[in-house]
């Protein structure tokens, strides 16, 4: 039993430390409807305090990331609509010498009931994968405001941006081929 515990302590010794020294984001580029900015660290030691660890912080990057005990993350989706999904993709820079990691993240700072972002699980991140999950903050949104997202919702941009991408994608053909219909039988009429 104690060999058991004292390989636990070591194994946690060594494991701890490169995880724990590696797993602040240094970049997070943000885009969606009618934005896009990307906040930098270049010397991680100034991390604490910066715009990127408040934005850490109210996304919950770190519990959808690497999980957290207890455990602050949604039991699901949110019901209602959440609105323009907006994405933010982390950079995390491994253990010297290492993987850097991208981790994506949707945000849904308009979604009825409070801003809301969701992890995918199992996306890679140091030697494992990413818990993944709904999480929900009331600071988000105000905290994307604070670097330039606007206040409320870009207009026409209520979430169903992909219905309308299929409606033009199907439109658009189909008004070249009544085009094309018309040509044809305008010239057909000229020569009979």
Same mark, same amino acid.
């Given at each position: 039993?104690?060999? #058991?515990? !004292?390989?636990?302590?070591?194994?946690? @010794? !060594?494991?701890?430390?490169?995880?724990?020294?590696?797993?602040?984001?240094? $970049?997070?580029?943000?885009?969606?409807?009618?934005?896009? &900015?990307? !906040?930098?660290?270049?010397? #991680?030691?100034?991390?604490?305090?910066?715009?990127?660890?408040?934005?850490?912080?109210?996304?919950?990057?770190?519990?959808?990331?690497?999980? $957290?005990?207890?455990?602050?993350?949604?039991?699901?989706?949110? /019901?209602?609509?959440?609105?323009?999904?907006?994405? +933010?993709?982390?950079?995390?820079?491994? /253990?010297?010498?290492?993987?850097?990691?991208?981790? &994506?993240?949707?945000? =849904?700072? =308009?979604?009825?009931?409070? @801003?809301?972002? =969701?992890? &995918?699980?199992?996306?890679? +991140?140091?030697?494992?994968?990413?818990?993944?999950?709904?999480?929900?903050?009331?600071? %988000?949104?105000?905290?994307?405001?604070?670097?330039?997202? /606007?206040?409320?919702?870009?207009?026409?941009?209520?979430?169903?941006?992909?219905?309308? @991408? %299929? !409606?033009?994608? +199907?439109? +658009?053909?189909?008004?070249?081929? #009544?085009?094309?219909?018309?040509?044809?039988?305008?010239?057909?009429?000229?020569? @009979?």
């Amino acid at each position: 039993m104690f060999r #058991l515990s !004292l390989a636990a302590v070591v194994l946690t @010794a !060594l494991v701890v430390p490169a995880v724990a020294a590696a797993k602040e984001p240094s $970049q997070a580029s943000i885009s969606g409807p009618g934005f896009s &900015k990307t !906040l930098k660290m270049k010397n #991680l030691e100034h991390f604490s305090g910066s715009k990127l660890a408040e934005l850490t912080e109210v996304s919950g990057f770190f519990p959808s990331a690497v999980g $957290q005990s207890p455990n602050p993350m949604l039991s699901g989706r949110p /019901p209602g609509k959440l609105g323009p999904r907006y994405t +933010i993709v982390w950079t995390v820079p491994g /253990p010297p010498g290492l993987t850097t990691h991208r981790v &994506k993240q949707h945000l =849904y700072p =308009y979604a009825r009931g409070g @801003a809301v972002a =969701y992890t &995918k699980p199992g996306q890679p +991140i140091f030697d494992m994968k990413t818990v993944g999950g709904w999480y929900g903050n009331p600071l %988000l949104k105000g905290t994307l405001v604070s670097i330039g997202l /606007p206040v409320r919702a870009p207009s026409g941009s209520d979430g169903g941006g992909a219905n309308y @991408a %299929l !409606l033009a994608g +199907i439109g +658009i053909p189909g008004a070249l081929a #009544l085009a094309g219909a018309g040509f044809f039988v305008a010239r057909r009429r000229r020569s @009979a």
